[in-house]
């Protein structure tokens, strides 16, 4: 499974950025697709999944300005994120799932930067 990952980059506080990963390859046992982030010397921290179904889960700390979202047409998985914050800046990476989201994720894409500043 391949995952690549396209639309970081550098915004303004209270501005919006859109994340879309584009995954090819044996796909079929992943249940969900989703995001997870890492700043400078913080631990990887999981932000939003979105099974099958299309039903998504989010990190408290987004769920009311991330909006995650999927297009199996395009094999892509798109990350809205609105009203960003400076501590939203962190290296974002797609991931995939082949069980619960609470057990980690199975695939990974290289990542892609968000810089947010005041």
């Known amino acids: 499974v391949l995952l690549v990952e396209s639309g970081g980059g550098s915004v303004q506080a209270g501005g919006s950025l859109s994340l879309v990963c584009t995954f090819s390859?044996?796909?079929?046992?992943?249940?969900?697709w989703g995001w997870y982030r890492q700043a400078p010397g913080q631990v990887l921290g999981f932000v939003a999944a979105?099974?099958?179904?299309?039903?998504?889960e989010y990190a408290p700390s987004v769920e009311d300005r991330f909006t995650i979202s999927r297009d199996d047409t395009k094999n892509t998985v798109t990350l809205r994120m609105n009203s960003l914050k400076v501590e939203d800046t962190a290296k974002y990476y797609c991931?995939?799932?082949?069980?619960?989201?609470?057990?980690?994720?199975?695939?990974w894409g290289q990542g892609t930067q968000v810089t947010v500043s005041s």
């Open positions: 991931a995939g799932f082949r069980g619960p989201t609470s057990r980690g994720a199975t695939y």
């Open positions: 979105i099974n099958r179904d299309g039903m998504p």
């Open positions: 390859g044996s796909y079929f046992s992943v249940s969900a």
